[in-house]
């Protein structure tokens, strides 16, 4: 019983590129969101989609883009990383919140 | 914008001792949520509160609802070690989405 995969673990990227953050759940949830965790500010939400077809921002969601690709991937894009992005993400899926995490991408940029 | 403060932000005990975390937000939520998340991982699921008032118990854990429904806490009793990690709570505003407002953590670390 997978839950939540997130992939890649781990990425470093240069300032400027992009990468698109893959997340998959098999526990057939409407609702998927995308958190970055950052040291002493908790879970910040960048955006989340209530069901397939559909996607919102949350409360950062500049220099981000998500597409729901099905009911169970919800990936986040990076088009131009900015050192600001270094984070830790994380993807979450649940029937009406986030239920189950996946265990997140540690994600710097030079 | 709906703001939860987490207190306190560290917390190191002995094992044995008891803990209370607290926390609280001027906003009125439908729902609150406890996790906990160990380092390398994602935050897991511990409970859910509702009701105002509402206590839930989950082995040494015990989660209040305030009764407004602005304020939660957490309280362990006879900490162990394996009780070590960040603990979040989240608070639901009432949309239909889960958009939950997360408080900063507390990182409590119990020493044998």
């Known amino acids: 019983n997978a839950g939540v995969t997130q992939t890649p673990k781990f990425q470093v990227l240069k300032t400027g590129q992009s990468m698109t953050l893959q997340c998959a759940q098999d526990?057939?949830?409407?609702?998927m969101y995308w958190y970055r965790q950052d040291p002493g500010m908790g879970l910040r939400l960048i955006y989340y989609?209530?069901?397939?077809?559909?996607?919102d921002k949350g409360e950062v969601p500049n220099g981000y883009n998500v597409s729901r690709l099905n009911k169970r991937e919800f990936s986040l894009r990076l088009e131009s990383a900015a050192p600001s992005q270094t984070s830790v993400y994380f993807c979450?899926?649940?029937?009406?919140?986030?239920?189950?995490f996946g265990d997140g991408t540690r994600l710097s940029i030079l | 914008t709906q703001l939860l403060e987490q207190s306190p932000q560290f917390l190191s005990i002995q094992e044995g001792e008891n803990l209370t975390v607290y926390c609280n937000s001027s906003s009125v939520f439908s729902s609150l949520q406890w996790y906990r998340q160990e380092p390398g991982e994602g935050p897991v699921l511990l409970v859910t509160v509702v009701t105002g008032g509402e206590v839930k118990k989950l082995k040494r854990l015990t989660f209040q609802f305030g009764d407004a429904r602005k304020d939660s806490s957490l309280h362990i009793t006879a900490a162990q070690p394996g009780d070590t990690g960040l603990y979040l709570c989240?608070?639901?505003?009432?949309?239909?989405?889960?958009?939950?407002?997360f408080g900063q953590g507390t990182i409590l670390t119990v020493h044998p």
């Open positions: 526990m057939n949830h409407n609702s």
């Open positions: 979450a899926s649940g029937y009406n919140q986030p239920q189950h």
């Open positions: 989240a608070g639901d505003g009432g949309t239909s989405y889960g958009k939950l407002t």
């Open positions: 989609s209530a069901s397939e077809g559909t996607t």
